[in-house]
Structures are given as structure tokens and as C-alpha cells.
């Protein structure tokens, strides 16, 4: 069955960096995408970007660009989302989520656990 | 505030229907196909409803979705105590260059 599953919950303070995986199980990994959401207490969800695991070509949120770094390593089935320079708003719960990559719309047909970052001085 | 614009909250008792509406613009739902995620506390999303009105293997009919010019609906029939949850409707957004998500819409089965 198809899995993805995270890394654990991190403890950041201001002006660190975070990375978190995404380990896929139950499929070919590289026949898809991976796209990282984030969803802060009470607020709808965010999206971050994504990766194609295919050829590792990328596409940000302008609201993270410069800051934002999602990579991959097909070897392993894992995407990785790195996020720098944290503030407190960066507090959040991220999640990744597997595309289909057909040709009509984008949508997510299977999400990871979620991984909380809390960023505390 | 998010470009997609949902009620914050719908309410309807056992068994009756309700829908769920989801406002946007020529820059995302009208030139761009919708999807419908739900989603409990705690939880990640769950894939609803995707390319405006397919249901993935495993969703009940209950479940469908509709498209309009720059708007779409969520309907849900027959409802149950356990479709109590939050609904997204998300699009891609070509001004933005982003996939956006409505501001979500609480279900409460009274």
C-alpha cells in the first residue's frame, strides 16, 4: 500500500534551518511528484511547493522563495524539505503529499503524517 | 486572506444534504480544475473530489462536486455524524502562479 512517511517533530529557534523527509513506500517514486503543504494552528493549509521525483525540477510558493528548498533522492524514495532563516510564524505543522502528475488538474491522492516544527526562542 | 472563498461554516441534520461553495476568479477556478479535500482534527487532508467532479476509489457517492464559471460546489447527501469535519476546496491560480486553498468550511451534523 502506498506510504509516506515523515521524519520526526522539530524544535527550532529563530533564524535556524529545518529539514524534513518524506520516505515513499508502495509505488514507483519516480512516476509521481511530492508537493510540501503547511498548516499552522487554526489556519487553512499552505502550499509550499513541489518536486518531480522524475528529474528533481522544482517549483516554489513566492511566499517562500529564497528560503525554501525541496530536493530529493530517488534512490531512497525520500523528498526533503528544507526551510532557513525561521521566524516564529514558521510554526506550523508540514506535510507532504504525492501527485499523480496526470494531465488534467493537480491534486493530492496521498498525504504523510504530518511533521510539527515549532519555532521558540 | 485566501483568493478562494469558502462560508466558514454549514450545518444540516442526519441525512439531509448540504453544500459547500467555493468563490474565486478567471485567475484559478475558472481556467483551472478543482479538487475538495477533507480533513478532521489532527489529521492530514483527505482527497475528496478532484478535476472538479471525479471521485477517487474508496469516496462514497454521497460526495460530489460541481464547477460553474469561477465557482464550485461541494454537495454531500445522505449526511452522517462522521462527515463532521473541515472541507477545502484548492485550485491552481495562474496570476499567483500557486496552488491556493479556500479559507476551509466547518461542517457541523446538528
Known amino acids: 500500500q502506498v506510504q509516506l512517511v515523515q521524519s520526526g517533530a522539530e524544535v527550532k529557534k529563530p533564524g535556524a534551518s529545518v529539514k524534513v523527509s518524506c520516505k515513499s513506500s508502495?509505488?514507483?517514486?519516480?512516476?509521481?511528484?511530492i508537493h510540501w503543504v503547511r498548516q499552522a494552528p487554526g489556519q487553512r493549509p499552505e502550499w509550499m511547493g513541489w518536486?518531480?521525483?522524475?528529474?528533481?525540477?522544482?517549483k516554489y510558493s513566492q511566499e517562500f522563495q529564497g528560503r525554501l528548498t525541496i530536493t530529493r533522492d530517488s534512490f531512497a524514495s525520500t523528498a526533503y524539505m528544507e526551510v532557513s532563516s525561521l521566524r516564529s510564524e514558521d510554526t506550523a505543522v508540514y506535510i507532504c503529499?504525492?501527485?499523480?502528475?496526470?494531465?488534467?488538474?493537480?491534486?493530492?491522492?496521498?498525504w504523510g503524517q504530518g511533521t510539527l516544527v515549532t519555532v521558540s526562542s | 486572506q485566501s483568493v478562494l472563498t469558502q462560508p466558514p461554516s454549514v450545518s444540516a441534520a442526519p441525512g439531509q444534504k448540504v453544500t459547500i461553495s467555493c468563490s474565486g476568479s478567471?485567475?484559478?477556478?475558472?481556467?483551472?480544475?478543482v479538487t475538495w479535500y477533507q480533513q478532521f482534527p489532527g489529521t492530514a487532508p483527505k482527497l475528496l473530489i478532484y478535476d472538479n467532479n471525479e471521485r477517487p476509489s474508496g469516496i462514497a457517492d454521497r460526495f460530489s462536486g460541481s464547477k460553474s464559471d469561477t465557482s464550485a460546489t461541494l454537495g454531500i447527501t445522505g449526511l452522517q455524524n462522521g462527515d463532521e469535519a473541515d472541507y477545502y476546496c484548492?485550485?491552481?491560480?495562474?496570476?499567483?502562479?500557486?496552488?491556493?486553498f479556500g479559507g476551509g468550511t466547518k461542517l457541523t451534523v446538528l
Open positions: 518536486i518531480n521525483a522524475a528529474d528533481g525540477s522544482t
Open positions: 478567471t485567475s484559478n477556478i475558472g481556467n483551472n480544475y
Open positions: 503529499a504525492r501527485d499523480p502528475l496526470e494531465d488534467a488538474g493537480i491534486y493530492f491522492d496521498y
Open positions: 484548492v485550485t491552481w491560480d495562474s496570476s499567483l502562479s500557486a496552488i491556493v
Open positions: 508502495g509505488y514507483t517514486f519516480t512516476n509521481y511528484a
